[in-house]
């Protein structure tokens, strides 16, 4: 298995690893990410191999000041005003490439744009310091849920990797908002905890959903985000021999027979319910049930990212689809 550090004692042994062109697993706000140097295109293929993802998509490249974000991607004036509000924190912006950028082709995936992201804490100390980006998909093996704990972590990929550096269960509990300013008005490419309102309110833009290209919603529909159990959505009932992943106070008929029950959250906060999405998800599928129901989440603000989030772990399965990351 790999080594657990906290992130005091982690960063050296960390630099050493993304030196030696390998992955670490490392904590950030949305979910843990397995990092590489992403000007290194072999440590990038690591990432790849550790994850078994079955197609080279793009990945996020993390810098830890705008200087660095300069130097890979060029900013229209909207960008800028999202990056200075929310950044560092749980939003992606897509941006063209800008020429001598140094990222890895394997990064970007041949596009000539870049998906660019800024975090906050240990993971920008860990930038700085290595003085180069970090390309970090979620740290999970492709199509699992998404680890928002090191141990989680460590027992999907430990085998493969050297570090998990343990900041503690991430703060947000699902991936970062990806974002990018187009003549029509900002693009949503995946819901996150920067809501739709909050892209709103602050460019006075409209706001649109999905890619416009296939490489914009990878994967949308597909299997996602997937625990080994089934997934079953908006329910009202409970059946026989299925868990149940609840949400506020729950009145779900048939609860009582539940393999299994976990609350997202009792009092029907949303953030709370994407802190806990993934490791719930975790533990009622260690419950064996074979079938997961989820009650109805509201769509409004963070919930819009929670329920793509469930939609894809519900979506069906198998090779035919692709599934991936
Ligand atoms: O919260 C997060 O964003 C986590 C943490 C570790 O930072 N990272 C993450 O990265 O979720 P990843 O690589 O799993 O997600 C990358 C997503 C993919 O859906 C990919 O297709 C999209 O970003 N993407 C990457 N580059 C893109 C580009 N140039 N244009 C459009 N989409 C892009
Ligand atoms: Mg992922």
């Known amino acids: 298995m790999a080594k657990i550090l906290p992130p005091e004692q982690a960063l050296e042994d960390a630099l050493d690893i993304l030196r030696s062109g390998e992955p670490v697993a490392i904590p950030t706000e949305t979910v843990y990410g397995l990092a590489a140097d992403a000007t290194n295109g072999e440590a990038v293929a690591r990432i790849f191999e550790v994850k078994g993802r079955p197609r080279f998509n793009p990945l996020i490249v993390h810098v830890a000041d705008m200087e660095m974000a300069h130097r890979i991607a060029v900013f229209d004036e909207i960008s800028l005003t999202l990056a200075q509000k929310f950044w560092p924190g749980p939003l992606t912006l897509v941006l063209p490439l800008r020429e001598g950028h140094g990222v890895h082709g394997l990064v970007s995936a041949g596009l000539e744009t870049v998906a660019l992201r800024m975090p906050r804490g240990f993971a920008s100390q860990l930038i700085q310091r290595l003085g180069r980006p970090l390309a970090a998909p979620s740290a999970n093996s492709s199509g699992k849920i998404s680890g928002t704990t090191a141990q989680a972590v460590n027992a999907d990929l430990g085998g493969k990797i050297k570090l998990v550096v343990d900041g503690g269960p991430a703060d947000v509990g699902v991936e970062s908002t990806i974002a990018k300013v187009t003549p029509e008005g900002v693009r949503i490419l995946r819901p996150g905890s920067v809501t739709a309102g909050d892209l709103e309110a602050l460019t006075g833009l409209a706001v649109l959903r999905g890619g416009t290209k296939g490489i914009e919603a990878p994967g949308m529909m597909l299997s ?4 080994d159990a089934r997934v079953r959505l908006d329910a009202t ?5 299925e868990a149940l992943l609840a949400f506020g106070p729950s009145r779900i008929a048939g609860a009582g027979t539940a393999l299994a029950m976990l609350n997202l959250s009792e009092h029907g906060s949303l953030r709370e319910a994407a802190a806990n999405l993934y490791s719930h998800l975790q533990a009622l599928d260690r419950s064996g049930a074979s079938v997961i129901a989820v009650e109805p989440l509201p769509q409004e603000g963070l919930g819009e990212a929670i329920n793509d989030r469930l939609r894809r772990a519900a979506a069906p399965r198998g090779n ?6």
């Open 224 to 227: 996602h985000y997937a625990p």
């Open 237 to 241: 009932e409970l059946r026989e021999g």
């Open 320 to 325: 035919e689809s692709g599934s991936q990351q």
